[in-house]
């Protein structure tokens, strides 16, 4: 990967940072655990829904012949990025996020560290072992892209017998930089 190719439009309280490649490719770059995730390989090979007459169902539209073409023809339209900012911001997305304990993480941080300036983060040292909030503080987003470490875990997704399966790679920052 090229840094000239890729573009940050957004990053979370935790340091997720969304990534835009110039080819309409979605990643994310989690800062905590180095953890860049090919987010449009994913959607591009997810299989149809089992409940994809539920689905039409539930919109009051009938369900035409074609729908699974329908479905797979559009998972490799161009991913929208309001969709994805949209998605990233919900209120929903901050409280799905859990500590080892099973607690809510991001109310937890707010009491403990204080909100967030627009510039800052919640980051949390990959070497404490446990995802609690006592493991936490807050950095500059800039000051927390400097604790990048040598190798960066790459996670994609391939179809396999149209299947989805995630595949996982170590590679050397230097090569995402």
Do not use: C
């Amino acid at each position: 990967m090229n840094a000239d190719e890729l573009a940050a439009f957004g990053y979370s309280s935790l340091g997720t940072v969304n990534l835009w490649h110039k080819t309409g490719r979605h990643f994310t770059f989690s800062l905590d655990v180095a953890l860049l995730m090919d987010l449009t390989s994913r959607s591009r090979t997810d299989p149809p829904p089992h409940d994809l007459e539920e689905i039409y169902r539930a919109a009051g539209v009938d369900m035409p012949e074609n729908a699974v073409e329908l479905f797979l023809e559009a998972r490799s339209a161009p991913e929208d990025i309001w969709n994805i900012l949209l998605a990233a911001t919900s209120t929903d997305s901050y409280k799905a996020i859990y500590d080892d304990n099973g607690k809510a993480l991001t109310p937890q941080l707010r009491r403990s560290l204080g909100e967030l300036s627009q510039d800052e983060i919640y980051f949390r040292d990959r070497t404490t072992g446990q995802n609690t909030a006592d493991h936490y503080k807050k950095l500059k987003i800039s000051e927390a892209v400097s604790h990048m470490p040598d190798e960066i875990y790459y996670s994609f997704a391939v179809e396999v017998g149209g299947q989805q399966q995630i595949v996982s790679q170590t590679i050397p920052a230097g090569s995402v930089r």
